[in-house]
T-cell receptor, first 113, second 115 residues
Framework: AQTVTQSQPEMSVQEAETVTLSCTYD???????LFWYKQPPSRQMILVIR??????QNATENRFSVNFQKAAKSFSLKISDSQLGDAAMYFCAFQEYGNKLVFGAGTILRVKS | DTGVSQDPRHKITKRGQNVTFRCDPISEHNRLYWYRQTLGQGPEFLTYFQNEAQLEKSRLLSDRFSAERPKGSFSTLEIQRTEQGDSAMYLCASSPAGTVNTEAFFGQGTRLTVV
């Protein structure tokens, strides 16, 4: 069974600075997707960024980028120029093609002004 | 609003009562998922449907839990004889069928409190 591990229960970053959230996963599959989801307090979960395992190029979405290391089964999220609105719980998730999501336990990100 | 909607948003029930939650997915999405999220944890998969067929159920889904998607549109999740351990956020998500571009869109969830 696939597992996803987020080893940082909580992280803090100063506004405008950069922060990296860590995620490792375990799978025997070669084709899959990886995701970072953001869950603001009392609001619905939204997709931040996705990575297809067959792509070597790291995904980027504006201030959000990932460092995908397939051999190491590592998938970290870098948030540049952090903003107050980035404060939320962030979940790393794994998905076999067309299948359910397997989530990590999450990392609370606090942004200090 | 064309997103995933869940009803009710909050439910408080006494132990032993039955509760039912509803999820309306994005209309063109074939797949519908139910997850359970306890405080401070990531969502855990419960079950999923492709159209009206229930294709997978987690072992977390005890015989007190039942889910349906009778016409391949909305879905209901029923919990019978609720227990305090059932207190959690129940999340619904939908996605297109297929193996590419299967981004899941989540509803705001139903928070269940069993007293």
């Amino acid at each position: 069974a696939q597992t996803v591990t987020q080893s940082q229960p909580e992280m803090s970053v100063q506004e405008a600075e950069t922060v990296t959230l860590s995620c490792t996963y375990d799978t025997s599959e070669s084709d899959y997707y990886l995701f970072w989801y953001k869950q603001p307090p009392s609001r619905q979960m939204i997709l931040v960024i996705r990575q297809e395992a067959y792509k070597q190029q790291n995904a980027t979405e504006n201030r959000f980028s990932v460092n995908f290391q397939k051999a190491a089964k590592s998938f970290s999220l870098k948030i540049s120029d952090s903003q107050l609105g980035d404060a939320a719980m962030y979940f790393c998730a794994f998905q076999e093609y067309g299948n359910k999501l397997v989530f990590g336990a999450g990392t609370i990100l606090r942004v200090k002004s | 609003d064309t997103g995933v909607s869940q009803d009710p948003r909050h439910k408080i029930t006494k132990r032993g009562q039955n509760v039912t939650f509803r999820c309306d997915p994005i209309s063109e999405h074939n797949r519908l998922y139910w997850y359970r999220q306890t405080l401070g944890q990531g969502p855990e998969f419960l079950t999923y449907f492709q159209n009206e067929a229930q294709l997978e159920k987690s072992r977390l889904l005890s015989d007190r839990f039942s889910a349906e998607r009778p016409k391949g549109s909305f879905s209901t999740l029923e919990i019978q004889r609720t227990e305090q351990g059932d207190s959690a956020m129940y999340l619904c998500a939908s996605s297109p069928a297929g193996t590419v571009n299967t981004e899941a869109f989540f509803g705001q969830g139903t928070r269940l409190t069993v007293v």
